[in-house]
Structures are given as C-alpha cells and as structure tokens.
C-alpha cells in the first residue's frame, strides 16, 4: 500500500523524487513503531490510539514537534488517499490534533550585504580578467561569470534553487523581459527581469561559449574529466553559501535566505503582496503573508529606537 501511495505522488500528483522520498520515510517510520515491515503494514488494522500514542514516543525520544507534525501529515495524506479509493473504511488521523510548532520568521540578507556581495564578485572578475600575463583561464572566467550571475538571479527573481538549475536557454525571453519558470509540480509562472539583469544573461551567455550542455540548459559545470553537464542543485548550494557566508553574519546563507530577500526587498519597497505571491509562485497566500511580519518586526525596531516616548 505504502509503495502504491508513493507511486501516485509521483507519477500522479508529479511530487519530487525528495519529497516522495521524505513520504516513504515518514509512513515507513510509523509502520516500524507498530513493529511492521513496509511490505507487511496493513493500514486498516492501526487505530486512532496507535496514531496518538506513536505522537507521543517520537517527543519523548526528544523529535522535534515540527518532525511529529510533518509525519502526521504525511500519514494524513496517506490515509485519505486510501480512504478515497475504499481501500480502508476510516481515517485513523482525523480526530488526532498535532503539536503546536512555533513558525520562524524568514531571515534575510541585508541590502548593504548584498551590494558587497556584487561589489566583490565583479572585482574579483575585473582582476582575473586583467591579470598582467593576460592568461586568465577561459574555465575560471566562465565559472565566475556564472556565479556571479547566480546570485544575481536568486536575489532579483526569488527563485527556488531547483527552479534556477533547471532553467534552460528556451526558457529566457530577453525580449520580452521574462522567464518562465517551473515550479513545485511543475507549475508554470512569468517572473519579469530588469534590464541590469538581461544584460548580465547576454554577458554570461557570451562567455559560455563553448562550455554548453548539449541540453542547452542555462546553467552548465565543467567536470573533472573536461566534459560538459547541467549544473547540479548541490553545487550551486555550496557556492551561494561560500559567498554569502563572506559577506553576512546570519546562520544560514542558503540559496533559500535569497529567495526570503527579494520578498522582503520587494515588499519593503511598496510591492503589493499579492504580487509577490505570484512572483514567488506560492499557491496560498498564507504562505507569503509570513514577509509582512518580518516587515513589521524592522518596523517596531525602528520605532521603538527613533521614538522618545517608545521606551519607559
């Protein structure tokens, strides 16, 4: 049953090889707690009491109640799509109240930050493209054109770091002024670019001659052996980390923190936030009503600073 679920989210629902993965762990998780093999678990025997009672072993062995809450919903899902097909006659999840969790606001970059970050991207190009023996290594220029442009795209579009590694050239209008772009489900949207941004594709491009992916995807790594490939999704991780990291002292400097900067960017510049739905791609507005209360934290931190009487 486990697998047929799985099968669904992915070739139905067209869900990610990682979150039909993350599925199969958390339903697996709650058959091995019952003492069951995957291949042996069958759902119609479990009742509400196991569900609760599984709640409850995973906090006292100290998981945290957002893991607990991610597993109910996985094992929820699972059983309305059983449910749906008659293949058990109750949902044992439905009465069951899952843990609160406090939900983090979205950290951000700094817009000083990110203007150094920029400024030490195009000097390091500058002097690699001007060393005195003029022997700048077409593959260094490449790949520094590259992630220079990278972290341009993700603070100025809010993509998601799956959604810019497979781009493609096809998917660039430079025209127009747009991208279109594949999201979650592959649920397609238009993110408009400025010219600053166009004219950074065009310079990329040039440069890239020669180091194409026969896929024509936008963003290409050479291997060690010399050939040409799409640019993996952990590498780009790794690079946007390194360099935000040399610029920021926030925790995180994933390509995801990126993605909460433009919001941020965007709605403190008087964006409406429906657009920034649209933009981000989200399909509940709930999802992007979270900016407004970082926005609304920098607002009380300013005014309880500037104000005299903010203070007792």
């Known amino acids: 049953m486990i697998r047929r679920f ?6 139905e629902r067209r869900y990610s090889l990682r979150t039909v993965s993350e599925y199969g762990d958390d339903l697996r ?4 707690f019952l003492g069951l093999a995957e291949a042996a678990f069958e759902p119609d025997k479990p009742d509400t009491g196991d569900v609760k009672t599984w709640m409850v072993d995973m906090l006292d062995q100290g998981l945290s109640p957002r893991t607990v809450k991610r597993r109910l919903s996985a094992l929820r899902s699972f059983y309305k799509y059983l449910l749906r097909l008659g293949l058990v006659r109750r949902d044992i999840t439905q009465s069951v109240i899952a843990p609160k969790t406090d939900k983090p606001l979205p950290v951000f970059f700094r817009e000083s930050e990110m203007e150094r970050e920029q400024a030490i991207g195009e000097r390091e190009l500058d002097e690699l493209m001007h ?3 003029g022997k700048a290594s077409p593959r ?8 220079n442009l990278i972290i341009s795209m993700l603070y100025q579009t809010g993509m998601r770091r ?11 209008d430079l025209k127009q002024g747009q991208i279109r772009v594949f999201g979650k489900r592959r649920k397609e949207r238009v993110v408009p670019i400025g010219e600053r941004l166009i004219g950074e594709i065009e310079a990329y491009m040039e440069v890239r001659r020669g180091f194409e992916s026969p896929e024509k995807y936008l963003l290409t790594s050479v291997k060690r052996d010399g050939t040409i490939a799409p640019m993996q999704a952990s590498a780009l991780y790794q690079m946007v980390s390194r360099r935000m990291g040399e610029v920021s002292t926030l925790k ?12 941020t960017t965007m709605l403190n510049n008087g964006a409406d936030i429906r657009t920034i739905q649209t933009l981000l791609g989200h399909s509940s507005l709930a999802a ?3 900016y407004t209360h970082t926005t609304f934290e920098q607002i009380q931190q300013a005014y309880q600073q500037a104000h005299p009487r903010s203070k007792k």
């Open 162 to 172: 799956a959604e810019i590694v497979g781009l493609k050239d096809g998917d660039m």
């Open 288 to 290: 992007t009503q979270v």
């Open 252 to 263: 995180k400097h994933s390509p995801h923190v990126l993605r909460h900067t433009f919001a």
């Open 29 to 32: 998780a709650f058959a091995a």
């Open 6 to 11: 799985l099968d669904y989210l992915q070739y």
């Open 140 to 147: 260094e220029v490449f790949e520094l054109t590259r992630d």
């Open 131 to 133: 060393q005195p023996d």
